[in-house]
Antibody, heavy 115, light 112 residues
Framework: EVQLVESGGGLVQPGASLKLSCVASGFTFSDYWMSWVRQTPGKTMEWIGDIKYDGSYTNYAPSLKNRFTISRDNAKSTLYLQMSNVRSEDTATYYC????????WGQGVMVTVSS | DVVMTQTPVSLSVSLGGQVSISCRSSQSLVHNNGNTYLSWYLQKPGQSPQLLIYKVSNRFSGISDRFSGSGSGTDFTLKISRVEPDDLGVYYCGQGTQYPWTFGGGTKLELK
């Protein structure tokens, strides 16, 4: 059974950094591109970016490219999202999902940016 | 960015009925390789989104044939027949043809 489990969310102050993790199981992680998608409190879905199966290439939403970094550790079957200089508008539930079809999603992790 | 517009925003249906949801893209979703990467997702209350349909009309593993997708270019439709209680939630279309990938605003399916 494919499982994606995110962690690392919580309350963070504006301007701070945060790193989310997503542990994958039930499939060969190193065979798949992976993506991060976030959902705002108003339920808007926003694609953040993706990373190639070997970690050699990434794509980002232009509005997030300078602050968010996606990486992976295939030995640990883990996907990461490094968020820096966070803003109130980054408040959302963050999902990791298997690309390119976005066919499996984690349960999501909430990030709240507030002072 | 490709803008995805879903209509209607909400929909009321009786159990056993049929509904259609429209999704329009601001640009053609036909990829250079000839494929059209338009998907449909359902987010049930309190749950993560789940994939229903990919590449316009292909049902994902385990998805009932009551769900069907159609369309081409910039106009796409999701049809749900014989609606069941478990079908209720918010439906999203999404495109994976052009970066950045984008989603529609969602259509909430409720019981009449």
């Amino acid at each position: 059974e494919v499982q994606l489990v995110e962690s690392g969310g919580g309350l963070v102050q504006p301007g701070a950094s945060l790193k989310l993790s997503c542990v994958a199981s039930g499939f060969t992680f190193s065979d798949y591109w992976m993506s991060w998608v976030r959902q705002t409190p108003g339920k808007t879905m926003e694609w953040i970016g993706d990373i190639k199966y070997d970690g050699s290439y990434t794509n980002y939403a232009p509005s997030l490219k300078n602050r968010f970094t996606i990486s992976r550790d295939n030995a640990k079957s883990t996907l990461y999202l490094q968020m820096s200089n966070v803003r109130s508008e980054d408040t959302a539930t963050y999902y990791c999902t298997r690309a390119p079809r976005l066919d499996y999603w984690g349960q999501g992790v909430m990030v709240t940016v507030s002072s | 960015d490709v803008v995805m517009t879903q209509t209607p925003v909400s929909l009321s249906v009786s159990l056993g009925g049929q509904v259609s949801i429209s999704c329009r893209s601001s640009q053609s979703l036909v990829h250079n390789n000839g494929n059209t990467y338009l998907s449909w997702y359902l987010q049930k209350p309190g749950q993560s989104p789940q994939l229903l349909i990919y590449k316009v009309s292909n049902r994902f593993s385990g998805i009932s044939d009551r769900f069907s997708g159609s369309g081409s270019g910039t106009d796409f439709t999701l049809k749900i027949s014989r609606v069941e209680p478990d079908d209720l939630g918010v439906y999203y279309c999404g495109q994976g043809t052009q970066y950045p990938w984008t989603f529609g605003g969602g259509t909430k399916l409720e019981l009449k």
